[in-house]
């Protein structure tokens, strides 16, 4: 089975600290994506990745960065956190396939408290 | 860029009676439409997609269809059971050949009464 694990399930943190929350997958994944879900707001996408060092922006990127310097880590940080970013974020994997689309595996969150 | 629009967001239904949920989608160019289920505690998982050049898809007692031409895609669950309780989400995706990110709608708490 697809196993995507997170550092942390629940994170409190301070306004303006350096935060960083770790995504590993086991599968050999080419593709990673970070989501963050707010009540009323679903899951919406913060960046992905396609491969080694490649990013892409998703629909909220602003705040955040992120790194993957290894196939199976996808970290991301936010370089000031601010209180508005108290939230639960989720990590998910899929595979590649120029043909068809894969299932995108999800961890399990992590809940974000910024003070 | 891509726009999903998922109703309701509450539904309550009784032990054995189905229930049906709805999405909307924006770009016409979108061609594949997951659906997702989240337990309490856990991340989304995939239960059943559907591509856009399909109509229908069953697999036991869920089921989605989907109509390209007004641009919208369903979930049924037939004979629903207590573990059936759970928030679902709908999404859109359409891929320009690399990998792209899902939208995803706002989610579906569905309420298994007893």
């Known amino acids: 089975d697809v196993k995507v694990t997170q550092s942390s399930r629940y994170l409190v943190k301070r306004t303006g600290e350096k935060v960083f929350l770790e995504c590993v997958q086991d599968?050999?994944?080419?593709?990673m994506f970070w989501y963050r879900q707010d009540p009323g707001l679903g899951l919406r996408l913060i960046y992905f990745?396609?491969?080694?060092?490649?990013?892409e922006k998703g629909d909220i990127p602003e705040g955040y960065s992120v790194s993957r310097e290894k196939k199976e880590r996808f970290s991301l940080i936010l370089e000031s956190a601010s209180t508005n970013q108290t939230s639960m974020y989720l990590c998910?994997?899929?595979?590649?396939?120029?043909?068809?689309?894969?299932?995108?595996?999800f961890g399990p969150g992590t809940r974000l408290t910024v003070l | 860029g891509e726009n999903v629009e998922q109703h309701p967001s509450t539904l309550s239904v009784q032990e054995g009676d189905s229930a049906v949920i709805k999405c909307t989608y924006s770009?016409?160019?979108?061609?594949?439409f997951p659906w997702y289920k989240q337990e309490l505690g856990k991340g989304p998982q995939l239960i059943i997609d559907?591509?856009?050049?399909?109509g229908e898809k069953k697999d036991q007692r869920i089921a989605v269809t989907l109509n390209k031409t007004a641009k919208h895609f369903s979930l049924h669950i037939t004979e629903t059971q207590p573990e059936d309780s759970a928030v679902y989400f709908c999404?859109?995706?359409?891929?320009?050949?690399?990998?792209?990110?899902?939208?995803f709608g706002k989610g579906t708490h569905l309420i298994i009464q007893p």
């Open positions: 998910a994997s899929s595979l590649w396939d120029s043909i068809s689309y894969n299932e995108q595996f």
């Open positions: 599968m050999d994944h080419e593709n």
């Open positions: 990745s396609y491969d080694v060092k490649m990013k």
């Open positions: 770009d016409s160019a979108s061609n594949y």
């Open positions: 559907i591509r856009s050049n399909v």
């Open positions: 999404a859109a995706l359409y891929s320009g050949g690399g990998a792209d990110g899902l939208t």
